[in-house]
């Protein structure tokens, strides 16, 4: 077997493995079988195939790493108020009528949910916009 094939059979066996196990980093290493492969049509010899691979998936898994690690540093804001995971906020409510202890009944997607007023916000019946969910109270504020 000349070692492009090897190459090809290691870079097709890490991508079997990714799908099995999910994570994306035996991907990139399974690209740095691929540059080997691409290496050794180039006619390099062993010692330069293994060094190109070695290089390429080191490559490839620190930049997914640290893309991986700014990505989860952009979306730090807590889940409670995070519109990507909540599809409430910025929704609308109409409060009626406070209660003596600071929440409220709405009618919203069908059902009763209480709100609370959110910090600095008055108790004013009318309009509001849902600032975040805890639990499953809403947290709004007038608009």
Same mark, same amino acid.
């Given at each position: 077997?000349?070692?492009?094939?090897?190459?090809?059979?290691?870079?097709?066996?890490?991508?079997?493995?990714?799908?099995? =196990?999910?994570?994306? *980093?035996?991907?990139?290493?399974?690209?740095?079988?691929?540059?080997?492969?691409?290496?050794?049509?180039? @006619?390099? @010899?062993?010692?330069?195939?293994?060094?190109?691979?070695?290089?390429?998936? =080191?490559? =490839?898994?620190?930049?997914?790493?640290?893309?991986?690690?700014?990505?989860?540093?952009?979306?730090?804001?807590?889940?409670?108020?995070?519109?990507?995971?909540?599809?409430?906020?910025?929704?609308?409510?109409?409060?009626?009528?406070?209660?003596?202890?600071?929440?409220?009944?709405?009618? *919203?997607?069908?059902?009763?949910?209480?709100?609370? /007023? /959110?910090?600095?916000?008055?108790? /004013?019946? @009318?309009?509001?916009?849902?600032?975040?969910?805890?639990?499953?109270?809403?947290?709004?504020?007038?608009?």
């Amino acid at each position: 077997m000349d070692s492009a094939t090897f190459w090809w059979i290691a870079a097709a066996a890490l991508v079997i493995a990714e799908l099995l =196990t999910g994570t994306i *980093y035996l991907l990139a290493v399974a690209v740095g079988g691929v540059a080997g492969a691409l290496a050794a049509h180039a @006619g390099l @010899g062993l010692t330069a195939q293994i060094v190109i691979a070695a290089a390429v998936g =080191t490559v =490839t898994t620190l930049f997914w790493h640290f893309s991986k690690v700014r990505r989860s540093r952009i979306s730090n804001v807590a889940v409670s108020s995070n519109t990507d995971v909540n599809q409430d906020i910025g929704a609308q409510v109409m409060v009626n009528d406070w209660n003596a202890d600071g929440t409220a009944q709405v009618s *919203y997607r069908g059902a009763q949910w209480t709100v609370l /007023a /959110a910090q600095g916000t008055a108790l /004013a019946s @009318g309009q509001h916009r849902v600032k975040e969910v805890v639990g499953n109270r809403l947290v709004v504020e007038k608009i």
